[in-house]
């Protein structure tokens, strides 16, 4: 069964940083490109960040770029999102899914809020 | 990397059709057969119900089917049933991995 479990998220003030996780089982975690898709308080889905199966390829929002960081540790099949330089309207559940074009496979979300 | 266009509501009586579009360039939905809809009921992870286009994934009812046109694309959902109720989401890959998702449509079954 293949389970995706989000990890990391909390209270942080603006210009801080986080580090979330995704830890990933039931499949070969390196066949697979992965997203971080985030969603703001009553608002829609929005793409973050994805990364090739192999790490090799990496792309980001341009909302994020410089700012954020995806990684993907095949040794421990967990899928990493380094969060810097937050601001406010970052505030969003942060889900990981499995694949870019059609994600079959989502996490529950992590809440990320960046308040003072 | 722009947002495709959705409209933000639709609705139908039960058992009826209903069909919501999603437009966007010749850079996303244009260009590649890789436009995927999810369903969203509230506080839960989004459900992949389409892929590549027309595609359905294991599980998903026949009553949801995806279409495209040159920029648009289009799920429709016959037989509506309550359990339909929720947000709807296209998105597109725009090259590679990097995708774009729609605004969101609010699917109402009278």
């Known amino acids: 069964e293949v389970q995706l479990f989000e990890s990391g998220g909390g209270l942080v003030q603006p210009g801080g940083s986080l580090r979330l996780s995704c830890a990933a089982s039931?499949?070969?975690?390196?066949?697979?490109?992965m997203s971080w898709v985030r969603q703001a308080p009553g608002e829609g889905l929005e793409w973050v960040s994805a990364?090739?199966?192999?790490?090799?390829?990496?792309y980001y929002a341009d909302s994020v770029k410089g700012r954020f960081t995806i990684s993907r540790d095949r040794a421990k099949n967990t899928l990493h999102l380094e969060l810097n330089s937050l601001r406010a309207e970052d505030t969003a559940v942060y889900y990981c899914?499995?694949?870019?074009?059609?994600?079959?496979?989502w996490g529950q979300g992590t809440l990320v809020t960046v308040s003072s | 990397q722009s947002a495709l266009t959705q409209p933000p509501s639709a609705s139908g009586s039960p058992g009826q059709s209903v069909t919501i579009s999603c437009t966007g360039t010749?850079?996303?939905?244009?260009?590649?057969?890789?436009v995927s809809w999810y369903q969203q009921h509230p506080g839960k992870a989004p459900r992949l119900m389409i892929y590549?286009?027309?595609k359905r994934p294991s599980g998903v009812p026949v009553r949801f089917s995806g279409s495209k046109s040159a920029n648009t694309a289009s799920l429709t959902v016959s037989g509506l049933q309550a359990e339909d109720e929720a947000d709807y989401y296209c998105?597109?890959?725009?090259?590679?991995?990097?995708?774009?998702f729609g605004g969101g449509t609010k699917l109402t079954v009278l």
């Open positions: 899914a499995r694949g870019a074009t059609g994600a079959h496979y």
């Open positions: 039931g499949f070969t975690f390196s066949n697979f490109a």
């Open positions: 990364i090739s199966g192999s790490g090799d390829s990496i």
């Open positions: 010749s850079s996303d939905i244009g260009g590649y057969n890789y």
């Open positions: 590549e286009v027309n």
């Open positions: 998105s597109s890959s725009a090259g590679g991995i990097v995708v774009v």
